[in-house]
T-cell receptor, first 115, second 112 residues
Framework: EPEVTQTPSHQVTQMGQEVILRCVPI?????FYWYRQILGQKVEFLVS????????KSEIFDDQFSVERPDGSNFTLKIRSTKLEDSAMYFC?????????????FGQGTRLTVV | DAKTTQPNSMESNEEEPVHLPCNHS???????IHWYRQLPSQGPEYVIH???SNVNNRMASLAIAEDRKSSTLILHRATLRDAAVYYC?????????????FGKGTRLHILP
């Protein structure tokens, strides 16, 4: 069964450093998303991406965040200068079509720890 | 996304059916009812969705009230692996907004 793959599974970084979280969505999917989940809290929407541009972003997704689909297969989330409060699980998701009766497929997540 | 209300937690015995309720009294005519779950230390996982009629798949069944103001996710025979947080989510059929908004969900505990 096709799946969304995320790497690394766990990343530890120092405050102020840049991190890039990587995702390989399902190959024929067209819509891509990043979510985060701080320990013990809800899964929060960060950004949606379609046709090589951001469709929507949340208030959390400020200038420190960026997304890219550099080569037609990978989908990356970059945090320019990490803060302690960026520590969370980050989930990538993809969908085939933008209609409301299709499901999103989520990856297993990257645990980001900022020290 | 329209609001849904779910119990914070539920318990069930292994190998028994589980009925997870969801209230969505402000649902609009074009909203689909989706259920996702999140197993411990994993990403969310699609379970099932429906519009008006009851739906069955290999994971679960979805029973939708006639007025569509509530629905119930049914796990026919719970296993320990079904212990997870279950999210009931409305997705607007006519809405360009395609993101999924997760609430707190129902944490399901399965007792061996």
């Amino acid at each position: 069964e096709p799946e969304v793959t995320q790497t690394p599974s766990h990343q530890v970084t120092q405050m102020g450093q840049e991190v890039i979280l990587r995702c390989v969505p399902i190959s024929n999917h067209l819509y891509f998303y990043w979510y985060r989940q701080i320990l013990g809290q809800k899964v929060e929407f960060l950004v949606s991406f379609y046709n090589n541009e951001i469709s929507e972003k949340s208030e959390i997704f400020d200038d420190q965040f960026s997304v890219e689909r550099p080569d037609g297969s990978n989908f990356t989330l970059k945090i320019r200068s990490t803060k302690l409060e960026d520590s969370a699980m980050y989930f990538c998701a993809s969908r085939l079509r933008q209609v409301m009766n299709t499901e999103a497929f989520f990856g297993q997540g990257t645990r980001l720890t900022v020290v | 996304d329209a609001k849904t209300t779910q119990p914070n937690s539920m318990e069930s015995n292994e190998e028994e059916p589980v009925h997870l309720p969801c209230n969505h009294s402000t649902i609009s005519g074009t909203d689909y009812i989706h259920w996702y779950r999140q197993l411990p230390s994993q990403g969310p996982e699609y379970v099932i969705h429906g519009l008006t009629s009851n739906v069955n798949n290999r994971m679960a069944s979805l029973a939708i009230a006639e007025d569509r103001k509530s629905s119930t996710l049914i796990l026919h025979r719970a296993t320990l692996r079904d212990a997870a947080v279950y999210y009931c989510i409305l997705r607007g059929g006519m809405n360009r907004d395609d993101k999924i908004i997760f609430g707190k969900g129902t944490r399901l505990h399965i007792l061996p």
